[in-house]
């Protein structure tokens, strides 16, 4: 089993930054790929970042491409998610994911345990 807590959201104005931190627990944090996603009122929860184990492969939704950066710190058992240039539809609910394996995946149903969430709200 693992254990995964985020924290760092907030409210931010448009075009300010917020970074996300996922505290994992439990089994060993290292053999796990990484996942964030997130999900706004009334829409589907939807793929934002990944990365493998080894911080090598790393992918991130088209809508957040050169403004999120996704990382992690093995020794902390922790993954980040540094969010710049946001945008008020950036609002949402993050989750942080996990799931064994070292292949990067995009879709809910391959990640294995989930946060509780952590509201992002962008205000215009």
């Known amino acids: 089993q693992v254990q995964l807590v985020e924290s760092g959201g907030g409210l931010v104005q448009a075009g300010g930054s917020l970074r996300l931190s996922c505290a994992a627990s439990?089994?060993?944090?290292?053999?796990?790929?990484m996942g964030w996603f997130r999900q706004a009122p009334g829409k589907e929860r939807e793929f934002v970042a990944a990365?493998?184990?080894?911080?090598?492969?790393?992918r991130y939704a088209d809508s957040v491409k050169g403004r999120f950066t996704i990382s992690r710190d093995n020794a902390k058992n922790t993954v980040y998610l540094q969010m710049n240039s946001l945008k008020p539809e950036d609002t949402a609910v993050y989750y942080c994911?996990?799931?064994?394996?070292?292949?990067?995946?995009?879709?809910?149903?391959?990640?294995?345990?989930w946060g509780q969430g952590t509201q992002v709200t962008v205000s215009s």
């Open positions: 439990g089994r060993t944090f290292s053999i796990y790929t």
């Open positions: 994911a996990a799931r064994q394996g070292a292949t990067i995946a995009v879709v809910t149903t391959l990640y294995d345990y």
């Open positions: 990365i493998s184990w080894t911080g090598a492969t790393i």
